[in-house]
């Protein structure tokens, strides 16, 4: 929709319509949720069909489908960038689920809070620190962002498949508002800021970011209705996280661009046969 023409039931910053994201024999899509515009294009190239679906404020849809694999069907896919920082991304992943997107992973870059994670490598999220503001208007700071379980275990095996199971790390991260004065200690608060960093190090979190809290805490509180036993179908959103790890504890900002680029292909191929894992597991 080049001319940004809106149709009454699009999405107001997106122009996702329901239509746009179903699939998947009534799943709908697998959404890829990058935070940079040029990733969520660059995750385009692996897919097929590509449709784009553009709007004024850069948050394009590229909409396409993974090849079939293994007797399966071809699995429809989408990739939508949700901009930088928890504000952004409660906008976007909000309109997404509007639009019936139930099946959500974020495909970010953070940097490491952990000397065994070090940068070219991936992490597949479990939970994440609520260290930012917008999530707290969807539930109490009390309720854990966590992923669902079974993207973990999708990735996880993405990341075996992808030969790279001794450089994937699956655990939790700090999700921010503020780059440069959390993480790097910017400001007249920087002594604090650092303090704070390396206690969550201490206690076990291993990556810092800026969006998985937002997207978590979103695929819960707008479950609530959803809620099914073992045996009775579950309906609930399901969002996990897959991170390039671009820096390390100690790079501040001072990245490798080799570095860079490794840990960008290594997690493309996690998310790519982590799809693979999942839609095989949903459809079973």
């Not at 809290?213 to 399901?238: E, K, Y």
């Amino acid at each position: 929709m080049s001319d940004f023409a809106v149709p009454a039931d699009a999405q107001h910053h997106t122009r996702l319509l329901p239509s746009h994201l179903a699939g998947n024999g009534g799943r709908g899509r697998y959404v890829l949720l990058p935070g940079d515009p040029s990733r969520a294009r660059r995750l385009s190239e692996m897919f097929d069909g590509v449709t784009v679906v553009d709007n004024p404020r850069n948050h394009t849809a590229y909409l396409g489908t993974l090849p079939a694999r293994d007797g399966g069907p071809p699995i429809d896919v989408a990739a939508v960038a949700t901009g930088m920082g928890p504000g952004s991304a409660e906008v976007i992943v909000h309109e997404v689920i509007a639009a019936g997107g139930r099946r959500l992973l974020r495909v970010g870059s953070c940097g490491s809070l952990s000397r065994q994670v070090r940068p070219g490598q991936v992490v597949v999220v479990s939970g994440a620190v609520r260290d930012e503001q917008a999530s707290r208007h969807y539930a109490p700071v009390e309720l854990p962002a966590v992923a669902d379980h079974r993207v973990v275990a999708a990735m996880s095996a993405g990341a075996r498949a992808a030969g790279l199971g001794a450089d994937c790390f699956v655990g939790l991260c700090h999700t921010k508002a503020s780059l440069f004065a959390r993480e790097f200690g910017a400001g007249p608060a920087g002594e604090a800021n650092r303090a704070y960093q390396a206690w969550l190090s201490r206690a076990g979190v291993i990556a810092s970011e800026m969006e998985a809290s937002v997207l978590f805490i979103l695929a819960t509180a707008m479950s609530a209705d959803g809620v099914r036993s073992l045996d009775g179908g579950d309906q609930r959103i399901q969002a996990g996280c897959v991170l390039a790890v671009y820096g390390g504890d100690d790079s501040h900002m001072k990245l490798d661009p080799a570095l860079v680029a490794l840990s960008e292909e290594r997690a493309a191929a996690v998310v790519r046969e982590g799809l693979y894992a999942w839609a095989a597991a949903d459809r079973a």
